[in-house]
């Protein structure tokens, strides 16, 4: 495995471009996957997040575009915010090159705006499964010279059912192409896609995909439910830097954003709500450092690149241990060190242990045990003590009881002296206001009763 960029055959303009950038040495992904790629072979990659994958196939791409002034570069991301990190690591790379442009189709975007872009050819198009069949159906997209594909999260857009929209996209491309998939796991179904969208495909693979890089030290918390809030007052207070928090729902995160605001903390919000425009504002201003802490849903826990952030701070835990992962994976980019809290309830007990599983699946210990039982609904007392069917009837209508033993039981006052009359039915009163409207010459008694 080669240890500079220069052994890696690339064009000279490229290497300024990455000298100028400040990469000095390839990762270990970039080592492994640049050389195939350039070499025109399929690639199916992966990669803990972090480790520079989007050069891994932005430089072999920019390469081939230099090479072949006709060819054509689409990246697919599963995500908006993906995509246009995925763009703004490119461009630095594409210094010099005056004949490549680029446009990003994404939703939530104007139209006129991406057309615009489209007019002026671009030859690396990044952008989401989506708008691309959106231009494609308005047929303001030409991918008949687009020989390099790019599948970046491939997991995740199986996840958000783009699978129907990319088979799409791919019947306007040639087929023959170069494809590079990218995933963060590679289970059966990523392979059964591979064979249908590759030829022969390199496998590329560094590290553990579901251990967390070694530079995140990671804390977790039992707490309760009730105690949340202010245990990550006292965190933001502990913690000096940027904090990312993750909470579940998007609504969470807005009311998050605006109770830290009145404790006087310089937060924000972004989740699946806001418009592009917005998002992009609110992630511009927490890159630059003019919010602290950054509330979020896990549509930013791919794709979110900002080297100034020490903390994750797990509010509430995913609902699939892979997105833990990729939160955590927010700290600790490009080999600097990170903190990562996790908020563990009674309720979220078995959630944890998925997730630890997942981390260490050669670990037989068991996770850390939390009360995980979740407190009975037929308590009435607060114990959790479960209360029998015939007991809790009972205790509801304690002249049964007396009844079932025989006793005298008064159907006008079952329950007591205070209890409620018993209610008739819809069906009888519906008569008896009948019998009593001498309607039907009373014949309605006979009926009812």
């Given at each position: 495995m080669t240890n500079t960029f220069e052994a890696l055959g690339l064009p000279s303009s490229i290497l300024a471009a990455i000298s100028k950038v400040g990469f000095t040495t390839p990762t270990p992904i970039q080592?492994?996957?640049?050389?195939?790629?350039?070499?025109?072979?399929?690639?199916?990659?992966?990669?803990?997040?972090?480790?520079?994958?989007?050069?891994?196939f932005g430089i072999p791409m920019i390469a081939k575009l230099i090479e072949k002034p006709q060819s054509v570069g689409i990246v697919m991301t599963p995500t908006r915010e993906l995509a246009a990190q995925v763009l703004s690591t490119l461009k630095p790379l594409l210094a010099g090159q005056q004949n490549i442009r680029t446009a990003l189709l994404i939703g939530g975007e104007s139209m006129h705006k991406q057309l615009q872009q489209l007019k002026t050819r671009p030859r690396i198009i990044v952008g989401t499964p989506g708008r691309i069949n959106d231009h494609l159906d308005r047929r303001s997209l030409n991918l008949s010279n687009a020989d390099i594909l790019v599948l970046d999260e491939m997991d995740r857009m199986l996840d958000m059912g783009f699978g129907v929209q990319i088979d799409c996209v791919l019947t306007y491309m040639p087929k023959q192409r170069q494809t590079l998939l990218f995933s963060a796991t590679v289970p059966a179904e990523i392979e059964r896609v591979a064979q249908r969208y590759q030829n022969n495909p390199e496998r590329v693979s560094v590290g553990s995909l579901v251990t967390p890089v070694a530079a995140i030290k990671q804390e977790l918390l039992h707490i309760r439910e009730g105690e949340k809030y202010d245990q990550l007052i006292q965190q933001l207070y502990d913690r000096k830097g940027s904090v990312i928090v993750f909470v579940k729902t998007k609504f969470g995160a807005k009311r998050m954003a605006e109770k830290l605001?009145?404790?006087?903390?310089?937060?924000?919000?972004?989740?699946?709500?806001?418009?592009q425009n917005k998002r992009d504002r609110v992630i511009r201003a927490f890159r630059e450092k003019q919010y602290r802490v950054l509330v979020a849903t896990d549509v930013a826990a791919r794709g979110l690149d900002i080297p100034h952030i020490e903390?994750?701070?797990?509010?509430?835990?995913?609902?699939c241990p892979e997105d833990y992962i990729h939160r955590i994976g927010r700290t600790a980019r490009n080999g600097a060190e990170g903190n990562a809290v996790a908020f563990i309830t009674p309720s979220e007990g078995r959630l944890w242990h998925a997730i630890h599983k997942l981390m260490n699946p050669d670990d037989r210990t068991p996770a850390p045990r939390t009360n995980d039982r979740p407190q009975n609904k037929r308590s009435r007392n607060g114990s959790g003590k479960k209360i029998g069917a015939r007991k809790f009837e009972?205790?509801?209508?304690?002249?049964?009881?007396?009844?079932?033993?025989?006793?005298?039981y008064d159907p006008l006052n079952a329950g007591g002296k205070n209890h409620a009359r018993p209610k008739t039915s819809r069906f009888k009163r519906k008569f008896r206001r009948e019998e009593f409207s001498g309607r039907d010459g009373g014949q309605a008694r006979n009926r009812a009763y």
């Open positions: 080592a492994a996957a640049i050389p195939l790629a350039m070499q025109g072979r399929d690639i199916l990659g992966s990669a803990q997040t972090g480790t520079g994958k989007t050069a891994a605001t009145k404790m006087d903390f310089k937060a924000d919000a972004i989740h699946g709500n806001l418009n903390h994750v701070i797990n509010y509430d835990l995913p609902q009972d205790r509801k209508f304690p002249d049964r009881k007396e009844k079932a033993e025989g006793g005298k």
